[in-house]
């Protein structure tokens, strides 16, 4: 990939990851909605907390699932039988989840809502780029900006939408292209190792805020990392001093500007 050099372009557009950075949807969602749909199905299967956690390198829902297929015993041995189950088992955990987050909603992370209102006033555009199913997004973000949510966002990029999912970067390529901007035009948001590859395999420079499940991952080539937008301490490279508390459009139009790599190796 090309690596960004010092620049003074200006920002236009910032490109969320959804779960894990807008909110703590795999701890607090998925994982839950998953062993729900086991049991709703009549399937004895528990993915606890450890078991999730490693299961997150494969993206994708129902290619999560039949990723854990391939190590259990009592799965079917067909491969059109695991495939029909792990649709099921999708379709079942997407209807659960949307309920659950309808009953309570899962919080959006620290500092992530005045960072979007502040973006929109600025008169930058929002895009999403995710790897999960467009009703997924629906359920968390109707509960937080309303049913008329996505017209905030210009380019909104799911699962659905592409051949290939993270870490692969067609999903930051078609929301490039939705917005007729270039890589460097925009920032994205992300939080775990195979989000920020996407990212950076699209060229687009990646600030990550490390969620549950990533706390100690390895990030390589973010311009900024950091525990979350709600807070100014722990981030490298450190921002600029300020009255705020939370991380602002104005920090992360400085770390586009400089556009210095940061690895972090954990
Ligand atoms: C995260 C994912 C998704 C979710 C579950 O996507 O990998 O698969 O775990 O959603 P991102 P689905 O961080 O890019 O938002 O079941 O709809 O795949
Ligand atoms: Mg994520």
Same mark, same amino acid.
């Given at each position: 990939?090309?690596?960004?050099?010092?620049?003074?372009? !200006?920002?236009?557009? $910032?490109?969320?990851?959804?779960? =894990?950075?807008?909110?703590?949807?795999?701890?607090?969602?998925? !994982?839950?909605?998953?062993?729900?749909?086991?049991?709703?199905c009549?399937i004895?299967?528990?993915?606890?907390?450890?078991?999730?956690?490693?299961?997150?390198?494969?993206?994708?829902?129902r290619?999560?699932l039949l990723?854990?297929m391939?190590?259990?015993?009592?799965a079917p041995?067909l491969?059109d039988e695991r495939d029909a189950l792990a649709r099921k088992l999708h379709?079942?955990?997407?209807? $659960?989840?949307?309920?659950?987050?309808?009953?309570?909603?899962?919080?959006?992370?620290?500092?992530?809502?005045?960072?979007?209102?502040?973006?929109?006033?600025?008169?930058?555009? $929002?895009?999403?780029?995710?790897?999960?199913?467009?009703?997924?997004?629906?359920?968390?973000?109707? =509960?937080?900006?309303?049913?008329?949510?996505?017209?905030?966002?210009?380019?909104?990029?799911?699962?659905?939408?592409?051949?290939?999912?993270?870490?692969?970067?067609?999903?930051? !390529?078609?929301?490039?292209?939705?917005?007729?901007?270039?890589?460097?035009?925009?920032?994205?948001?992300?939080?775990?190792?195979?989000?920020?590859?996407?990212?950076?395999?699209?060229?687009?420079?990646?600030?990550?805020?490390?969620?549950?499940?990533?706390?100690?991952?390895?990030?390589? =080539?973010?311009?900024?990392?950091?525990?979350?937008?709600?807070?100014?301490?722990?981030?490298?490279?450190?921002?600029?001093?300020?009255?705020?508390?939370?991380?602002?459009?104005?920090?992360?139009?400085?770390?586009?500007?400089?556009?210095?790599?940061?690895?972090?190796?954990?």
């Amino acid at each position: 990939m090309t690596v960004p050099a010092r620049s003074d372009r !200006r920002l236009k557009a $910032l490109l969320w990851d959804v779960d =894990g950075t807008l909110a703590e949807t795999e701890r607090d969602g998925h !994982r839950i909605a998953f062993n729900a749909a086991f049991a709703a199905c009549g399937i004895d299967w528990r993915w606890d907390e450890t078991h999730y956690g490693r299961l997150l390198h494969v993206t994708g829902g129902r290619e999560r699932l039949l990723h854990d297929m391939t190590g259990r015993h009592d799965a079917p041995a067909l491969a059109d039988e695991r495939d029909a189950l792990a649709r099921k088992l999708h379709a079942q955990k997407n209807r $659960l989840y949307a309920e659950q987050l309808a009953a309570h909603a899962i919080p959006l992370r620290d500092g992530v809502e005045p960072l979007l209102r502040e973006a929109l006033a600025a008169g930058l555009r $929002l895009g999403i780029a995710t790897t999960t199913s467009r009703s997924n997004v629906d359920a968390l973000l109707r =509960g937080h900006l309303g049913p008329r949510w996505a017209t905030h966002f210009a380019a909104i990029v799911c699962g659905e939408d592409v051949a290939h999912k993270k870490p692969d970067p067609e999903v930051y !390529r078609k929301a490039l292209e939705a917005l007729r901007i270039g890589p460097l035009d925009a920032v994205a948001i992300e939080d775990s190792p195979g989000g920020a590859a996407a990212a950076r395999a699209a060229d687009v420079p990646v600030i990550v805020t490390r969620s549950a499940y990533f706390q100690a991952s390895t990030f390589e =080539g973010a311009i900024a990392i950091g525990p979350h937008f709600g807070d100014r301490r722990g981030w490298k490279p450190a921002p600029a001093a300020s009255a705020e508390s939370r991380i602002t459009l104005a920090d992360i139009e400085g770390w586009h500007a400089q556009m210095d790599i940061v690895s972090q190796v954990a």
